[in-house]
């Protein structure tokens, strides 16, 4: 059975819809097909309902709809996912990728803690797709997991699950997922891993087609195992090793850029931290009243918002949250005012950091004043001001420079 190897993982960008959909996912005219691979009940059906999909970490898990370009309008593949961040699911590749419905889905949804119809923390839709190398090319139960980013923080309401490494046989683990006879329950049983295959963890624990996906964790809630087929003798999933990790982790960490924009913001949280990546690496701390232009923003995996930062001069600085800044706003004055300093620097720009001199030659003259630049923390603001009217631009200037 191949495995996948340390190359990047394939990505497909899926339809963005940034409004999440009803609390209620209910619909008389939606008929699910469950992920089209062979599971099983063995001997007795040992499943248990979970009626409290709320509790941990039953509430990580996520119900997943995939609509493909193949199948006919009003059907979509059943499937479970898990959330490993506040934007990112774990699931497996063929509930994301099917050659006989046309390749990858074009939207997928998914709700955590979903149960018949019910969305206690509403539904996101995926905005990149992601398949194991290889797997798009030849399908095979070694290379069966996948990845969904959203375009909704979800896992900020319901925490997520980390990714455990490796197991043994014998070890217990907890299978919970969303099987399609169970009709839009989440069932769970406990088992041990009864015999690995290469990368493949086999096990006895119950299962049924629309539970691909579905994590096989352990009592830290660590997925160890990606549930992904079956047999009448054993079920069994790709097991987590540390390529997979990286991979999968790999994923987790490509931001969803949000807004691009121009914009000018001065820092509120003093030597709040700026990062050089998307895993928090930190590059500097921002100043407090510093200006700086931010370029766009991005959803971090952690459900936090961030800025693209750079100087005056136009140089990258790093990622920071939205939360340490707030926006330059200008307001219209059109106005003459008297300089009462004679010691006011003048600015050339709002970042405060190159000067056109002193107001000292400009000491009691009446001067022009177009608008007043709200740039720092308690009120601090700089007037744009003119020799007079329709004159030559002296520059920005302290509002407490003029009266």
């Known amino acids: 059975m191949a495995s996948p190897v340390g190359i990047p993982v394939q990505a497909v960008n899926a339809p963005t819809d940034n409004t999440a959909e009803s609390q209620s996912v209910t619909s008389s005219t939606l008929s699910p097909i469950p992920s089209p691979d062979d599971q099983a009940i063995i001997g007795t059906d040992n499943r248990i309902h979970i009626a409290g999909t709320t509790a941990w970490p039953y509430r990580a898990i ?37 050659a006989q419905y046309g390749g990858y889905a074009d939207r997928v949804t998914v709700t955590p803690a979903y149960s018949q119809g019910t969305a206690p ?27 969904i980013k959203l375009n909704s923080p979800l896992g900020t309401k319901t925490g997520w699950m980390g990714l455990g490494v490796g197991v043994t046989v014998g070890e217990w683990l907890t299978l919970s997922g969303y099987s399609g006879d169970l009709n839009g329950t989440l069932d769970t049983m406990a088992g041990p891993v009864s015999a690995i295959d290469g990368t493949l963890g086999l096990y006895a624990m119950d299962s049924a087609p629309g539970a691909s996906g579905s994590p096989v964790y352990d009592a830290a809630a660590k997925v160890h195992i990606v549930h992904a087929f079956g047999s009448p003798t054993a079920n069994g999933g790709i097991i987590i090793t540390p390529e997979r990790s990286s991979l999968i982790l790999g994923c987790r960490n490509a931001w969803t850029p949000l807004q691009t924009m121009s914009r000018l913001v001065y820092v509120v949280a003093n030597n709040s931290l700026r990062y050089s990546n998307t895993v928090f690496t930190a590059s500097g701390k ?34 920071s949250n939205v939360g340490n800044f707030r926006a330059v706003t200008a307001s219209n004055v059109k106005r003459s005012m008297t300089v009462r300093s004679r010691t006011a620097l003048r600015y050339s720009s709002l970042y405060l950091t190159a000067t056109k001199g002193t107001t000292a030659a400009y000491y009691g003259r009446q001067v022009y004043v177009t608008t007043k630049n709200v740039n720092g923390v308690n009120g601090r603001a700089y007037y744009s001001i003119y020799t007079k009217k329709g004159g030559t631009w002296l520059g920005y200037v302290s509002a407490s420079a003029l009266r």
Request: aromatic content about 18%.
């Open 62 to 98: 996520v119900y997943i709809r995939a609509y493909f370009p193949k199948l006919a309008a009003g059907f979509y593949v059943q499937g479970t996912g898990t959330l490993i961040a506040a934007d990112t699911v774990l699931t497996a590749g063929h509930v994301l990728y099917e």
């Open 121 to 147: 923390y509403g539904t996101a839709t995926g905005v990149r797709l992601y398949t194991a190398p290889g797997y798009t090319a030849a399908p095979a139960s070694g290379s069966d997991f996948g990845v």
């Open 286 to 319: 921002n100043t407090i009243n510093a200006v700086y232009q931010v370029r766009r923003t991005y959803l971090g995996w952690n459900g936090q918002t961030y800025y693209t930062v750079y100087n005056a001069k136009g140089q990258y600085l790093g990622y």
